[in-house]
């Protein structure tokens, strides 16, 4: 789900309150202007797996992949339950290449290349809060 304007204000309070941890100074101190509060919260707690799996279930199911396809989708949510976001540079790294040294486009067909990628932008997206 997306994080609301409403959830992160309430976070800011606790964290930038007189006996949180520090000021929001610090904070841009620390990981500067461009790191959203929602991206960090993220990249602490990680994604739940239910979450992860839920994005890529049409995709599972309406596309007849291998079990090398599936296993990647698998290497992605887990990724993702660990690190919250994912880059989409990290798909022609190490794991992801270890069914082919082309990553996610050794893979995939170009069209399942750009559904994947989209799913992690969907995903990537919802840590930032949506203004309501």
């Not at 993220?42 to 890529?56: I, P, T």
């Not at 976001?85 to 790294?93: C, P």
Request: net charge negative.
């Amino acid at each position: 789900q997306p994080i609301r304007a409403g959830d992160i204000e309430s976070l800011e309070a606790m964290l930038f309150a007189d006996s949180g941890i520090g000021t929001r100074k610090d904070y841009d101190e620390a990981y500067g202007t461009d790191q959203p509060l929602g991206v960090l919260v993220r990249q602490v707690l990680g994604l739940d797996q239910g979450a992860a799996k839920e994005v890529f279930a049409d995709f599972l199911r309406q596309s007849p992949l291998n079990s090398q396809q599936i296993e990647f989708v698998n290497r992605i949510v887990d990724h993702l339950v660990e690190n919250g976001v994912m880059d989409l540079e990290v798909l022609f790294d190490r794991p992801f290449t270890e069914w082919s040294e082309s990553g996610v486009a050794g893979v995939f067909a170009d069209d399942e290349v750009e559904i994947v990628k989209q799913k992690i932008n969907q995903i990537n997206a919802n840590a930032v809060f949506v203004a309501r």
